[in-house]
Nanobody, 116 residues
Framework: QVQLVESGGGLVQAGGSLRLSCAAS????????MGWYRQVPGKQRELVANINGGGRTNYADSVKGRFIISRDNAKNTVDLQMNNLKPEDTAVYFCSAKHPWGREYWGQGTQVTVSS
């Protein structure tokens, strides 16, 4: 079992920045891929960015050039630095840890609200 706890959400004006953090505990290791997803009411959860144990990253087109994902394998943490935020970035953001064999774990989510 892996437990994930997110922090760092909040309210920010358009153009501002926020940093989300996710701390993993339990049976966690660098073999897990880690990522951030977001969801707004009435829509499917969508990938924002993910990173594998070796540091390879992948971003949704909508956040490329604005968001940066990073992880610390020694601390079992993954962060999402969000810059130049836009109102359309408003969502609940979820941290994910996925085992190579397929099992995926989720955090409880943290609200990010960007005002125009």
């Amino acid at each position: 079992q892996v437990q994930l706890v997110e922090s760092g959400g909040g309210l920010v004006q358009a153009g501002g920045s926020l940093r989300l953090s996710c701390a993993a505990s339990g049976s966690m290791s660098s073999m897990y891929g880690m990522g951030w997803y977001r969801q707004v009411p009435g829509k499917q959860r969508e990938l924002v960015a993910n990173i594998n144990g070796g540091g390879r990253t992948n971003y949704a087109d909508s956040v490329k050039g604005r968001f940066i994902i990073s992880r610390d394998n020694a601390k079992n943490t993954v962060d999402l630095q969000m810059n130049n935020l836009k109102p359309e970035d408003t969502a609940v953001y979820f941290c994910s840890a996925k085992h190579p064999w397929g099992r995926e774990y989720w955090g409880q989510g943290t609200q990010v609200t960007v005002s125009s």
